[in-house]
């Protein structure tokens, strides 16, 4: 499987800033996504990360809020904008690499805006 | 309702018992099916993709039944190692993830 390195593993923020997260694969893969998982809660999907265009938001997230990146297929950034501290939470990156059927995921980013 | 749905548990079982995990689906459509496993503050991992022949790994079993938009897990002879949640999850035909809300075990000594 991919080997995904994702920075920054945390960071507490201060409201009314902007946090970008990377993510980096070892292997040049198919489709990145980008995840977030509430407390307490599983993960639901923000946006499919498209290569040299613009990322496919699911409802509910916008790209002004969250701005992605892939430009390339081994590398997207996330941006959290202007932060409240409803979006502490934290941020997953998920790659699928053609030919196999296992989604990998980052280690994630633990976000905390205070 | 949710398009994928789980017991959230949590399941709480002797070292050596045998646990079963159920799963549902709302989308016919959706293409395949996993198992994932998530330890606290870490990320999902993958358990075991499911299909409708079933599949077993190990101690590990899982299935899927279509007809029924049914998965399920079994695990046999839990081990303390097994503590984690388990979630069950739907891939669309836009390869994209539907994650349930995850069904926690807890394995005592």
């Known amino acids: 499987s991919a080997v995904i390195s994702q920075k920054p593993s945390r960071d507490i923020c201060q409201r009314g800033t902007s946090l970008t997260i990377q993510c980096q694969v070892d292997s040049q893969v198919t489709m990145m996504f980008w995840y977030r998982q509430q407390p307490g809660q599983s993960l639901t999907l923000i946006a499919t990360a498209n290569q040299g265009s613009e990322a496919t938001y699911e409802s509910g997230f916008v790209i002004d809020k969250f701005p992605i990146s892939r430009p390339n297929l081994t590398f997207s950034t996330l941006t959290v904008s202007n932060m409240s501290p409803e979006d502490s939470s934290i941020y997953l990156c998920?790659?699928?690499?053609?030919?196999?059927?296992?989604?990998?995921f980052g280690s994630g980013t633990r976000l905390t805006v205070v | 309702r949710k398009e994928v749905e789980q017991d959230p548990g949590p399941f709480n079982v002797p070292e050596g018992a045998t646990v079963a995990f159920n799963c549902t689906y709302s989308n016919s459509a959706s293409q395949s099916f996993f198992w994932y496993r998530q330890d606290c503050r870490k990320e999902p991992k993958l358990l075991m993709s499911v299909y409708s022949s079933g599949n077993e790994d190990g101690r590990f079993t899982a299935q899927l039944n279509r007809a029924s938009q049914y998965i399920s897990l079994l695990i046999r002879d839990s081990k303390l190692s097994d503590s984690a949640t388990y979630l069950c999850?739907?891939?669309?035909?836009?390869?994209?993830?539907?994650f349930g809300s995850g069904t926690r075990l807890l394995v005592r000594p």
């Open positions: 998920s790659v699928l690499r053609q030919g196999t059927t296992g989604y990998t």
């Open positions: 999850v739907a891939q669309d035909s836009s390869y994209k993830l539907i």
